[in-house]
């Protein structure tokens, strides 16, 4: 499920290149990955081993070498829809990103991706997640 409006192509970026940062938000590892609308793959890039303000400082680090044009943060429910505790812990760290890097950001359902990830062999599965997210909302872009 996407959460919120595609973003327009910037005029100086055509839509076919447009880069997204996609995030699998923990409370200890944040996974990361990369892609973009063309190829409509993601490549993982390393986790994000911290917490708080540290956590944004390796953000804004990824941010700064990626120059995405939006962002996408994987969401969890439960089998069923329902939101539980880190359902709302990823979209506040959606709003946070938001706020603070003023680029768009989605949300996109991620059950499952942890699944998927080790069922393939990731050695970081955090990481191989946040491709199973990015690469899913790449597949439903237009």
């Not at 005029?11 to 995030?23: C, D, G, I, K, R």
């Not at 793959?41 to 540290?54: F, R």
């Not at 429910?77 to 760290?93: E, L």
Request: proline share 7%; glycine share 8%.
């Amino acid at each position: 499920m996407i959460a919120l409006a595609m973003p327009l192509p910037s005029p100086a970026v055509p839509a076919h290149f447009q880069t997204f940062l996609a995030f699998d938000f923990g409370l200890k590892r944040t996974g990361v990955a990369v892609g973009n609308r063309m190829l409509r793959s993601a490549t993982p890039q390393a986790t994000i081993k911290a917490e708080g303000d540290a956590r944004f400082a390796q953000v804004a680090e990824r941010i700064k070498a990626w120059q995405p044009d939006a962002l996408v943060v994987g969401v969890p429910y439960h089998p069923d829809g329902a939101s539980h505790d880190n359902t709302r812990r990823a979209q506040r760290f959606a709003r946070q990103l938001q706020g603070r890097f003023g680029l768009p950001v989605y949300e996109v359902d991620e059950r499952y991706s942890t699944t998927e990830a080790l069922a393939g062999g990731a050695r970081d599965a955090d990481a191989a997640s946040a491709c199973i997210i990015l690469e899913q909302f790449l597949r439903n872009l237009p």
